[in-house]
């Protein structure tokens, strides 16, 4: 996973994480403003979204409400959000935000007061941008002006992301899931990244500054076409996702605008929506903090890990060849509702071989790992393929039973709803017997849970079929007689890390 201490390299992908746990220090209360009616002269009390709204007209440079077509709403179950100003076509570029509404790291830097010791550390563009919202929080909060100030009160104190979560909840929540290791990864990073700002600027306070992480990386935006760069554009951070989306936001340099192009049409008041990438479930409540509605995402996957055995006296020889292929003695491959890769039963076939020349070890290799992936005479033949499966539907089994609780539990959990169909909340029955935690969490988490199960269910029925059949065609040769238990489970060892 790539740093996000020093200034290179960067992320490639979209992050979007959470905000603070519910013991952080820092809170925020919704925000009241008066105005004077300009037509009446009455005081008006404004809400945060009516201030942001005002302060949105007044950026330079800004489109009219028409002409972005879409205006923010507030819906149960999604928050802040943008529907449809009026009818949309598809195609047309809506949202229309000028280039001074862009906050990317330069500007932030150029805009706060900590801007001269940010950049004599060198530090990433993650961390400048998580110094300044750090840094607005503080100012908002001792009562001192600041020209973000209306943008901060439309920002989430809490998205739901895992990073919001304390240690002993992502290790119950997310036992077993693709997302497990990712996490705590992900977690310890944030927070030497959060050390590191706190060593330039000890007066943001850590509190502020780790909820800078969290809402930069569930709003962060990285624009193509603005030299590929990251950056926080408010009003476009409304936008929700949808696995069934193709929009994404970007900056159109001929008309130096933010733009985001919808690939259908919209009725007016209805909701828009954005891609934030081809992302499983387990990924959106990693850095987002949501889980879409069971059967509706078909990116999700379960990560089965294929590695190298150190012991394996072959394991030099072995790891040689897969890194000219541009793998390491570790490789992670996606088995998804559609399938698995072509390439998956080739490399546990070629990690599992054993008493061969080590000169024949690179012409296994290229057959495990070629343009043909596949399972041929240098990888075992007929045998080969046989113990690629057994081992593979043994790790099936292994994978389900690594999870915590039931199928049946994890059912009960991801069925309740917070609001009912009137959007009111609704009385929800005490489900800590199963996870510990918030309830949100509970639920997101075995939503996640749920459609990994699946996944591996339906894998090892397919994969059991054509085991079978493999079983009956190995039982009348003479490549089908050297297999028994023995063989199989030394054959496994040290393979997808040790875990069969």
């Given at each position: 996973m790539t740093s996000l201490v020093t200034g290179t390299p960067r992320f490639r992908t979209q992050l979007r994480t959470a905000s603070l746990h519910h013991a952080t220090k820092f809170r925020r209360l919704p925000v009241l403003r008066l105005r004077i009616c300009a037509r009446t002269h009455t005081i008006?009390?404004?809400?945060?979204?009516?201030?942001?709204?005002?302060?949105?007209?007044?950026?330079?440079?800004?489109?009219?409400?028409?002409?972005r077509g879409v205006h923010a709403a507030t819906i149960p179950g999604f928050g802040n959000t943008l529907v449809a100003s009026r009818p949309v076509a598809r195609g047309e570029p809506l949202l229309n935000l000028p280039r001074e509404i862009v906050l990317d790291p330069q500007r932030?830097?150029?805009?706060?007061?900590?801007?001269?010791?940010?950049?004599?550390?060198?530090?990433?563009?993650?961390?400048?941008?998580?110094?300044?919202?750090?840094?607005?929080?503080?100012?908002?909060?001792?009562?001192?002006?600041?020209e973000w100030a209306p943008y901060l009160a439309v920002l989430p104190q809490s998205t739901g992301s895992v990073l919001g979560w304390d240690a002993e909840e992502r290790a119950a929540l997310l036992q077993g899931t693709s997302v497990e290791r990712a996490a705590r990864e992900l977690a310890d990073q944030v927070d030497q990244a959060t050390d590191l700002v706190c060593e330039v600027a000890p007066e943001l306070g850590r509190d502020h500054v780790k909820w800078g992480?969290?809402?930069?990386?569930?709003?962060?935006?990285?624009?193509?076409?603005?030299?590929?760069?990251?950056?926080?554009?408010?009003?476009?951070?409304?936008?929700?996702?949808?696995?069934?989306?193709?929009?994404?936001?970007?900056?159109?340099?001929?008309?130096?605008?933010?733009v985001l192009v919808p690939e259908r049409s919209y009725a007016q008041g209805e909701q828009v929506f954005v891609s934030y990438g081809e992302k499983s479930s387990a990924e959106l409540l990693l850095t987002y903090g949501f889980v879409p509605p069971a059967g509706t995402n078909p990116h999700n996957f379960v990560n089965v890990e294929v590695s190298l055995d150190p012991e394996d006296a072959l394991y030099e020889a072995k790891l040689a060849v897969l890194q000219q292929y541009g793998q390491g003695q570790r490789m992670n491959f996606p088995v998804r509702m559609a399938g698995m890769p072509t390439s998956l039963l080739p490399a546990i076939a070629f990690c599992g071989l054993r008493n061969i020349p080590a000169e024949q070890v690179a012409v296994a290799g290229a057959e495990a790992f070629g343009s043909r992936s596949k399972i041929g005479t240098n990888l075992g033949g007929l045998a080969g393929e046989l113990l690629a499966r057994e081992w593979f539907n043994a790790e099936l089994r292994n994978l389900q039973g690594g999870y915590p609780g039931t199928l049946e539990e994890d059912k009960a959990l991801a069925r309740e709803q917070i609001f009912?169909?009137?959007?009111?909340?609704?009385?929800?029955?005490?489900?800590?017997?199963?996870?510990?935690?918030d309830l949100n969490r509970q639920m997101n988490a075995?939503?996640?849970?749920?459609?990994?199960?699946?996944?591996?269910?339906?894998?090892?029925?397919?994969?059991?079929?054509?085991?079978?059949?493999?079983?009956?065609?190995?039982?009348?040769?003479?490549?089908?007689?050297?297999?028994?238990?023995?063989?199989?489970?030394?054959?496994?060892?040290?393979?997808?890390?040790?875990?069969?």
């Open positions: 008006e009390i404004q809400s945060s979204m009516d201030a942001f709204g005002v302060w949105l007209e007044a950026q330079p440079g800004c489109a009219t409400p028409y002409e932030a830097m150029d805009e706060s007061v900590l801007g001269s010791r940010l950049a004599a550390a060198n530090l990433s563009e993650q961390c400048v941008l998580a110094a300044f919202l750090a840094d607005l929080a503080g100012t908002v909060q001792r009562g001192e002006h600041h992480f969290e809402v930069l990386f569930s709003r962060l935006i990285r624009l193509q076409g603005l030299g590929d760069a990251l950056a926080l554009v408010p009003f476009a951070d409304f936008l929700n996702h949808s696995p069934d989306s193709a929009a994404f936001i970007d900056y159109d340099a001929g008309k130096q605008r933010v009912d169909k009137g959007g009111r909340t609704r009385k929800t029955p005490d489900l800590r017997k199963y996870c510990p935690g075995a939503m996640v849970r749920l459609c990994e199960r699946q996944i591996l269910a339906r894998t090892q029925n397919v994969t059991y079929s054509e085991l079978k059949a493999i079983r009956k065609r190995s039982a009348t040769t003479t490549e089908g007689s050297n297999l028994n238990p023995q063989r199989l489970a030394g054959w496994a060892k040290g393979i997808f890390g040790g875990k069969t």
